[in-house]
């Protein structure tokens, strides 16, 4: 059998890296391809892992805004492990609320890594997951409170249970097309690019986790998407409330789920606890 690969996008550090460790400490068996944009960075991780004894860590560069990058990456997998059993998508970003740039660009960039870089790596690597995989897109509480905020026709389009992702897709251009033009709001748009975007991903996760009961039924795959909390993060902040251990715990679990579960699925989870969308 070949030897089971955990990935874990946007791992060197913060959350990402407290995941790489989470799972180490947790015994995860196979290899943990712990992946990053900057290369420098990313090994520099995996040298700080490996000095706390975690040896089956190992780096592959990954920019999840680079479709080829993403491709590079599938490659590499099929052609060293034959297939994915653990993938976490954490990579993600969110401007500091003192940031200057306009919310327009604020929408755009954020958008394209948060919601298409998720998407992107998750079309590359979901056809590559073996039997009783685990699926973890790191969202956040954010988008529950941002989806309140939504008007009640988009509050309806994002709890449709059909929701397709080109509607989803068509949605999430819609509202940076509409921060460009400064009319989010009277759109019904909330006005928060960072809580839109992760709307985009865990309603992306209840879509992906819908099509693989179809196309999957049977193979026990679980996915899901999850809240690690307001974490200390270059991102967050120190004021923040969890460390970026406590941070991992959330999506450790998910990502460990016992083989033979059948939930969570689909489902957004904090705490360990799986909170209604």
Same mark, same amino acid.
């Given at each position: ?9 946007? @791992? ?5 890296f407290a995941i790489v460790q989470g $799972? !180490?400490?947790? /015994? ?16 520099? @991780? ?10 089956n860590v190992l780096f592959h560069r990954?920019?999840? !805004? ?11 997998? *099929?052609?060293?492990? /034959? ?20 919310? /327009?660009?604020? @929408? ?39 989806? /309140?905020? !939504? ?13 397709? *992702?080109?509607?989803?897709?068509? $949605? ?73 251990? *406590? ?28 909170? *209604?969308?």
């Open positions: 059998m070949s030897k089971t690969v955990a990935v874990v996008t946007g @791992a060197n550090k913060g959350i990402g $799972l !180490c400490k947790a /015994g995860y068996a196979g290899d943990i391809i712990l992946t990053a944009r900057n290369e420098k960075l990313g090994q520099e @991780a995996v040298q700080q892992a490996k000095s706390e004894g975690f040896n990954l920019d999840i !805004c680079d479709q080829s990058s993403a491709e590079e990456l599938r490659k590499f997998l *099929e052609k060293n492990y /034959g297939g994915l059993d653990v993938l976490i998508n954490n990579a993600g970003i969110a401007f500091k609320a003192a940031a200057t740039e306009p919310f /327009g660009e604020q @929408a755009e960039v954020t958008m394209r890594t948060n919601f298409w870089g998720t998407l992107w790596v998750s079309k590359a690597l979901l056809p590559l997951l073996r039997p009783k995989a685990r699926v973890v897109n790191v969202s956040s509480f954010v988008s529950k409170s941002a989806l /309140g905020k !939504c008007s009640p026709e988009l509050q309806a389009k994002f709890r449709n249970p059909d929701i397709s *992702e080109e509607e989803l897709c068509g $949605l999430m251009g819609e509202f940076v097309a509409a921060a460009q033009k400064g009319d989010h709001e009277a759109k019904g748009w909330p006005n928060t690019a960072y809580g839109t975007t992760k709307i985009g991903v865990t309603v992306l996760s209840r879509i992906q986790a819908r099509v693989m009961s179809q196309t999957r039924a049977g193979d026990g795959i679980l996915l899901n998407a999850c809240c690690p909390g307001w974490v200390r993060t270059d991102m967050a902040g120190p004021k923040a409330t969890k460390s970026p251990e *406590e941070g991992a715990e959330t999506p450790v679990y998910l990502a460990l789920l016992p083989v033979g579960a059948t939930e969570p699925h689909g489902q957004l989870v904090w705490d360990k606890v799986v909170h *209604e969308w």
